[in-house]
């Protein structure tokens, strides 16, 4: 995983706001959209809900296009999880939250094949108004699934770099003591130093020493 990958910098960001207000706010962090074959790959779906909306009864609907594909639906929920009759049947796991502001799924054991566009609808219908008022949203994710974690060109570069800085502040950190002690029993030396010559000197030839004043 890249170091710095693009994705991952607003995630932090998010991550850091959401640390520091210290209160459990809903953020809708985007999804991964790189998995690796053979491994199972979280499809990350969160659709926040507004204060109204907690009274809602919530159905979620995924579906997955194949590349140059038709949408066709690979899972719902509605009053319990449910799967539904598709290639992806038997490894598709509900990954969501209780409240159901998180409706993620994870796909077990993903192939080559399951690369293409993920999307997520969600709909509420509120419970509690005679007219009923639906809310929808909708989130896509493009997955790409690799044979193998290929170490992109970033995260090396990024590992070099990091390696880099820290033999320099190493090193830095090694000058900079040396550096200091020497300044250090210098100074030492010199003060004993001058302690000595001012008790050595005696105070006639102190006087002396003073450069005289021209006129
Ligand atoms: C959701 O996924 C995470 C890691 O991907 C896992 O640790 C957790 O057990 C999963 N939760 C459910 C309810 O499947
Ligand atoms: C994952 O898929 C591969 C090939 O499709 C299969 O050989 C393997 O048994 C599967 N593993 C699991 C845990 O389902
Ligand atoms: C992958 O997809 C192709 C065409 O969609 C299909 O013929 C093939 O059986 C699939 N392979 C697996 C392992 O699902
Ligand atoms: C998902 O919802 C969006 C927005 O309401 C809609 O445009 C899209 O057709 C829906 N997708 C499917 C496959 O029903």
Redesign the pocket.
């Known amino acids: 995983m890249p170091v710095f990958s693009p994705s991952l910098v607003p995630a932090s960001l998010v991550l850091l706001f959401w640390v520091s207000t210290c209160a459990p706010v809903c953020v809708e962090v985007p999804s991964e959209t790189e998995a690796v074959q053979g491994t199972p790959m979280k499809l990350r779906c969160i659709s926040c809900m507004k204060r109204e909306e907690v009274e809602a009864s919530t159905v979620v609907?995924w579906?997955y296009r194949p590349e140059g594909g038709k949408?066709f639906l690979i899972y719902e929920y509605r009053n319990g999880h449910q799967e539904v009759e598709s290639p992806f049947q038997g490894r598709l796991q509900w990954n969501g939250s209780k409240d159901l502001q998180d409706v993620s799924i994870t796909v077990l054991n993903i192939t080559l094949n399951d690369s293409g566009i993920y999307?997520c609808?969600v709909s509420r219908e509120f419970e509690f108004e005679a007219h009923r008022p639906f809310v929808?949203t909708?989130q896509q994710i493009p997955l790409r699934v690799t044979e193998e974690a290929g170490e992109d060109f970033t995260s090396v570069v990024s590992e070099i770099m990091m390696y880099i800085l820290l033999v320099f502040l190493t090193l830095w950190l090694l000058i900079e003591m040396v550096y200091c002690y020497r300044k250090v029993s210098k100074a030492e030396e010199a003060a004993q130093e001058n302690a000595s010559d001012y008790l050595a000197v005696p105070s006639e030839n102190k006087e002396n020493s003073v450069v005289p004043v021209e006129e």
Request: proline share 0%; aromatic share 14%; net charge negative.
């Open positions: 609907e579906f949408d999307t609808n929808k909708s």
